[in-house]
């Protein structure tokens, strides 16, 4: 797993929103990139519709969002739509990205779940990492980006 101060990884993958989003296409802003383990399991529905709930405020505190799951882009395309997520979610079905940032679980064809706050320079401000608790992700990145906004 990546951690606070790296280097965030290249990665290019279709997204549910259509084309296809790389790191490159958001350089200079900060974004929010979760992992989740597969689409439409009951705890990862939670948890992308609770990043959907918030995804006005993240927002608005001027982070985009990028879901990440080991799915193809049809069943992709179809959990965001499911789970009002109007964030893109990308299609990893070999695993390229979840590698890249060492999310692969060993022996199942999944990624963990983990969730990373980038800045705009590419770099990793803040990791929150909890299997169990599936809305603390998104809980923790609005309230770690409502404290850096108040200074």
Same mark, same amino acid.
């Given at each position: 797993m990546l951690k606070v101060g790296d280097d965030v990884p290249d990665f290019s993958a279709p997204a549910s929103t259509g084309g /296809?989003?790389?790191?490159?296409d958001l350089s200079g802003k900060p974004f929010i990139l979760f992992f989740y383990?597969?689409?439409? /399991?009951?705890g990862c529905t939670i948890e992308t519709r609770h990043f959907a709930l918030l995804a006005?405020?993240?927002r608005d505190l001027g982070a985009e969002i990028i879901g990440v799951?080991?799915?193809p882009l049809e069943t992709q395309c179809k959990f965001a739509k499911e789970t009002g997520a109007d964030f893109p979610i990308l299609a990893d079905p070999k695993a390229?990205? /979840?590698k890249k940032f060492d999310l692969k679980r060993m022996l199942l064809p999944l990624a963990k779940r983990v969730t990373y706050l980038v800045d705009e320079k590419g770099i990793i401000e803040a990791v929150f990492a909890s299997e169990r608790n599936f809305k603390e992700h998104a809980d923790s990145v609005l309230d770690h980006l409502s404290?850096?906004?108040?200074?």
């Open positions: /296809t989003l790389s790191k490159a383990p597969k689409s439409f /399991t009951s006005p405020q993240l799951s080991i799915d390229v990205i /979840t404290r850096r906004s108040r200074g």
